[in-house]
T-cell receptor, first 113, second 118 residues
Framework: AAGVIQSPRHLIKEKRETATLKCYPI?????VYWYQQGPGQDPQFLIS???????DKGSIPDRFSAQQFSDYHSELNMSSLELGDSALYFC????????????FGNGTRLTVT | AQTVTQSQPEMSVQEAETVTLSCTYD???????LFWYKQPPSRQMILVIR??????QNATENRFSVNFQKAAKSFSLKISDSQLGDAAMYFC???????????????FGTGTLLAVQP
């Protein structure tokens, strides 16, 4: 069965650079969630989209933005990168916004040097 | 706001033995779901088991079972016949049910690192 696809798997950027992370949900899934997991930390919710509209917002810095496109894939744009942005970024998808299970991608590991 | 607490940062179990991981949560909602996720060294997030709050019967998935105590807001995970492949970080997670005008995100606890000794 198709899973959530995230690209790239690994990304190395320098401070003050920009990064774009991509997420392709499971086919027919209309809801996407982004999480940030720092080293030794639990995943922290950043933002979610339902039917291409932002539906919830968590602890996402103003330097970050995201959107969901017409084909339901989502992109997380990160600007003015800081060392503290180094983390594993997970995308998850679900069918519907509420009660169906979240399926996680394998994550993008971002390293800021 | 909902919170999830895992008070055991690390646990250890002998292969083939049974171990229980603890989780408590706080919510004023009546409709919600509880989950245990496993994160092995590969960092992939794997769903282990799910419990609907409205169900009294404890969920079971093969060697994994939960003890759901709704009144006490407790949700522990029992792993029977532990295997080396069970070694991982385990996260307890909460998700509100129903529709509140926003997607119902997962809220994670801080995790319990489980080591399995051969």
């Amino acid at each position: 069965a198709a899973g959530v696809i995230q690209s790239p798997r690994h990304l190395i950027k320098e401070k003050r650079e920009t990064a774009t992370l991509k997420c392709y949900p499971i086919p027919r899934h209309d809801t996407v969630y982004w999480y940030q997991q720092g080293p030794g930390q639990d995943p922290q919710f950043l933002i979610s989209f339902y039917e291409k509209m932002q539906s919830d917002k968590g602890s996402i810095p103003d330097r970050f933005s995201a959107q969901q496109f017409s084909d339901y894939h989502s992109e997380l744009n990160m600007s003015s990168l800081e060392l503290g942005d180094s983390a594993l970024y997970f995308c998850a998808s679900s069918l519907g916004a509420n009660n169906s299970p979240l399926h996680f991608g394998n994550g993008t590991r971002l390293t800021v040097t | 706001a909902q919170t999830v607490t895992q008070s055991q940062p690390e646990m250890s179990v002998q292969e083939a033995e049974t171990v229980t991981l603890s989780c408590t949560y706080d919510t004023s909602e009546s409709d919600y779901y509880l989950f245990w996720y496993k994160q092995p060294p590969s960092r992939q997030m794997i769903l282990v088991i799910r419990q609907e709050a409205y169900k009294q019967q404890n969920a079971t998935e093969n060697r994994f079972s939960v003890n759901f105590q709704k009144a006490a807001k407790s949700f522990s995970l029992k792993i029977s016949d532990s295997q080396l492949g069970d070694a991982a970080m385990y996260f307890c997670a909460y998700r509100r049910g129903g529709y509140g005008g926003a997607t119902n995100k997962l809220i994670f606890g801080t995790g319990t690192l489980l080591a399995v000794q051969p």
